[in-house]
């Protein structure tokens, strides 16, 4: 078993931004980013971490955007250190297996959320409303219920320590621009959808899941 890794310690490399879970260097053309152990629930960060979590994650999402690229383009590069420009080389005991090299983008300033079965947030909303993000659901939806087709229900993008607020897809259109919000909204729904009839096939079920676009 690897070591934990709560913290990537790369200190020649400019170092950017120390997230929930993820560090990001800024290596000129392109990002670094590496995954790390670390825990966050309800928006706070653990002490604690579990070993080898950045390692899943990153193969989960290599995985991911390899199997989506026809949908949409991504800003992967590579995943490999010997891959990564060589100033990055004498790091590779906490890079490897756990850091991707990727493209710098700008992102949307919302959370793209696409939801197939009532649960979480949306359970609430809908207790409250019968609808989520604006969305009017059929009545006596029970928790965890599938819904009648997969939603896009878009959220704020929160700073570190707040949180994200689910948001209608008009007020998406105000923060990103019409063509930009349904891009997002049919790549995301698209991107579900394949998703699900994928693992749907291995016993495996998405409640619902959330992407981040950039340009």
């Given amino acids: 078993m690897r070591p934990i890794v709560l913290e990537s310690n790369c200190s020649d490399l400019l170092l950017v931004n120390r997230g929930k879970v993820r560090d990001i260097y800024d290596l000129g053309e392109h990002l670094l980013i590496v995954t790390s152990d670390r825990i966050s629930a309800f928006d706070v960060i653990m002490n604690e971490g579990i070993p080898d ?16 690229t026809d949908i949409v383009p991504n800003h992967l590069v ?3 250190v010997n891959d990564f420009p060589e100033a ?15 493209k710098k983008a700008a992102p949307l300033p919302i959370e793209c959320i696409v939801r197939g079965y009532i649960t979480g947030s949306g359970w609430k909303e809908y207790g409250r409303q019968g609808s989520v993000c604006g969305i009017s659901l059929p009545a006596g ?42 891009q997002a909204k049919e790549t995301s729904l698209a991107i579900y959808l ?17 992407f981040e676009f950039g340009l």
């Fill in 53 to 68: 979590k950045g390692f899943v994650l990153t193969q989960i999402s290599k995985f991911w955007f390899e199997r989506m």
């Fill in 141 to 182: 939806l029970q928790e965890s219920q599938q819904l009648p087709e997969p939603i896009f229900t878009p959220s704020t993008k929160a700073e570190l320590g707040a949180h994200d607020e689910n948001i209608s897809f008009d007020k998406a259109v105000e923060l990103c621009a019409p063509g930009l919000a349904q």
């Fill in 78 to 80: 590579a995943t490999e």
């Fill in 88 to 102: 990055t080389h004498k790091y590779r005991e906490q890079l490897e297996g756990r850091s991707m090299l990727v």
């Fill in 194 to 210: 394949r998703a699900r009839e994928e693992l749907a096939a291995k016993g495996i079920i998405i409640a619902d899941t959330k």
